[in-house]
Nanobody
Framework: VQLQAFGGGLVQAGGSLRLSCAASARTFSTYTLGWFRQTPGKEREFVAAISGRRLTYYADSVNGRFTISRDNDKNTVYLQMNSLNPEDTAAYYC??????????????????????WGQGTLVTVSS
């Protein structure tokens, strides 16, 4: 499975961006998809995830500002980011995990749960 993320850029605080991630998976609709972000010197941080059943999960820091969605016809997952602030500046990575039995919601929040990763797309929020 190959993932390609795009849509990053420079935006002023309070602005919006939409990230997209296109996947090559043949059974895309069954995959769990996630977005993570990382800044230099820090661990990769969970942002949002969406299951094959379209259940969504968000980090507390973005809940209410970011929205994850998927278009299975286009094999694409999106991250709509509103009310951006400088603390959102990071490289954003999309990730995918094949359908499997999930015993706990912590699965969605954990980077190790995801088998496939796209390249990062940089989001810079200026104050």
């Amino acid at each position: 499975v190959q993932l390609q993320a795009f849509g990053g850029g420079l935006v002023q605080a309070g602005g919006s961006l939409r990230l997209s991630c296109a996947a090559s998976a043949r059974t895309f609709s069954t995959y769990t998809l996630g977005w993570f972000r990382q800044t230099p010197g820090k661990e990769r941080e969970f942002v949002a995830a969406i299951s094959g059943r379209r259940l969504t999960y968000y980090a507390d820091s973005v809940n209410g500002r970011f929205t994850i969605s998927r278009d299975n016809d286009k094999n694409t997952v999106y991250l709509q980011m509103n009310s951006l602030n400088p603390e959102d500046t990071a490289a954003y990575y999309c990730a995918a995990a094949p359908n499997r039995i999930i015993y706990s919601d912590t699965y969605f929040y954990t980077a190790r749960s995801y088998d496939y990763w796209g390249q990062g797309t940089l989001v810079t929020v200026s104050s």
